[in-house]
């Protein structure tokens, strides 16, 4: 069956990027600098494997400041994605909030529903790709992930890389944590969640 068709009943794994994917550094946009976090690429794969879309959504709030321009974080992604290919690891989409309320610069400056934690990201992708929020994913390491995902209608996931191990305490007692992109995707796959 064409899985378009099947509208409505796809699921997704989203995935925040700096701290979940890849290491966080501070307004990351240089190809040189990108890092895996140890294990990420073979979660995405196991996660597609799984049946799952595997959706990037990132606030990029370096553009709206100014440190550099939407198409550093296309090119991002483009290497990215030429990594996982190398092991037959895909993103399905990515999604990028360009925006900032307070800090942002001309037209990036503004109170737009696609910043994290506000839904819009999810919602557009679900719209996008017929995808069902109740059986899909948020896996993200802030609060604004966790957040973004209960907004949307979908189940959060912290991981502790980045800056998750911060917001712990803070989580509500339903939230699950694990370690490690590595650790959520296993368990996501596996039908643990």
Do not use: W
């Not at 600098?33 to 370096?62: C, H, M, W």
């Amino acid at each position: 069956m064409d899985k378009m068709a099947d509208a409505g009943k796809r699921r997704a794994v989203f995935l925040d990027r700096d701290g979940t994917i890849n290491v966080e550094k501070d307004y990351l946009h240089r190809v040189e600098e990108f890092e895996f976090i140890p294990g990420a690429p073979d979660s995405i794969r196991k996660l597609k494997e799984a049946g799952y879309l595997v959706i990037v959504v990132t606030n990029q709030s370096g553009v709206a400041r100014g440190y550099y321009d939407i198409e550093a974080v296309h090119r991002l992604h483009a290497h990215l994605d030429a990594e996982l290919s190398k092991i037959g690891a895909a993103i399905d989409a990515y999604y990028v909030c360009p925006h900032h309320p307070e800090h942002g610069v001309g037209d990036y400056r503004c109170q737009c529903d696609c910043r994290k934690p506000m839904p819009g990201m999810l919602l557009e992708a679900a719209g996008r790709f017929g995808i069902d929020l109740a059986s899909s994913f948020l896996v993200g390491d802030n609060m604004s992930d966790v957040d973004a995902a209960r907004n949307a209608g979908c189940r959060p996931v912290l991981v502790t890389t980045g800056h998750g191990g911060k917001h712990v305490d803070a989580l509500p007692e339903n939230v699950p944590v694990f370690a490690t992109l590595k650790e959520a995707a296993e368990a996501i796959a596996a039908g643990r969640l």
